[in-house]
């Protein structure tokens, strides 16, 4: 195999070794919204709770709700634990696996020698493939929904937001904040609207 041949293949599998690190930093979530639009929507206090609401609050839950009332605040919500807050916000969350199909594909370095007119030949072809077979990616998703308890003396939504993300890494920690990005980027998308929103972050190591 030529010396010309090696550089080739090895600049080769390090561009793609490059461009797939560069793609796995992006974290692609669709939010979907729904919002009474004939709803009073200003801030206040708020509380934010399990989707229960009756649900004893977990150190799991602690982190995510902490990250949350971290974003109301910059709307301009005042976040608290009384429970006559003007507002509740309910927070669920969830991940699950599911089976995906990739085409069954090879990756194959060669070559060809000889000698001819009086001088040596090569040639050399490359293919590359991520591989294939059966594979699996995580289905992560947020769910937020804010209402006012006593503008009407029941739980009376304003806004409800489901965020979806598709991705290799289940650990919901780890692409929690990018998704948080993508709902609050624009907090007040129009009723029954669908956003796709891609957030880019170098420290997201399996998104």
Do not use: W
């Not at 930093?25 to 989707?51: K, L, W």
């Not at 902490?66 to 509740?88: C, H, M, V, W």
């Not at 990739?102 to 050399?124: A, D, E, N």
């Amino acid at each position: 195999m030529s010396r010309d041949f090696l550089i080739l293949s090895r600049a080769v599998l390090m561009a793609c070794i490059f461009a797939i690190s560069a793609c796995s930093s992006v974290v692609r979530t669709d939010v979907q919204t729904f919002r009474d639009e004939n709803a009073s929507f200003s801030t206040g206090t708020i509380r934010v709770a399990t989707e229960s609401d009756e649900a004893p609050e977990t150190l799991e839950f602690r982190y995510y709700k902490d990250k949350l009332e971290q974003r109301l605040s910059s709307l301009g919500y005042t976040p608290t634990e009384d429970e006559n807050a003007q507002f509740i916000a309910k927070l669920g969350y969830s991940v699950s696996r599911q089976e995906k199909d990739k085409p069954h594909s090879r990756v194959l370095i060669g070559g060809q020698f000889g000698y001819g007119y009086g001088y040596p030949y090569s040639r050399g072809s490359v293919l590359l493939s991520d591989g294939g077979g059966a594979e699996f990616e995580y289905v992560r998703e947020l769910s937020l929904a804010i209402n006012q308890p006593e503008a009407a003396k029941k739980d009376s939504n304003v806004i409800q937001i489901k965020a979806v993300s598709v991705g290799n890494c289940e650990h919901l920690t780890v692409v929690y904040d990018e998704m948080l990005d993508a709902i609050f980027a624009n907090f007040m998308r129009s009723d029954g609207s669908i956003e796709r929103i891609a957030i880019k972050d170098a420290e997201v190591a399996c998104p």
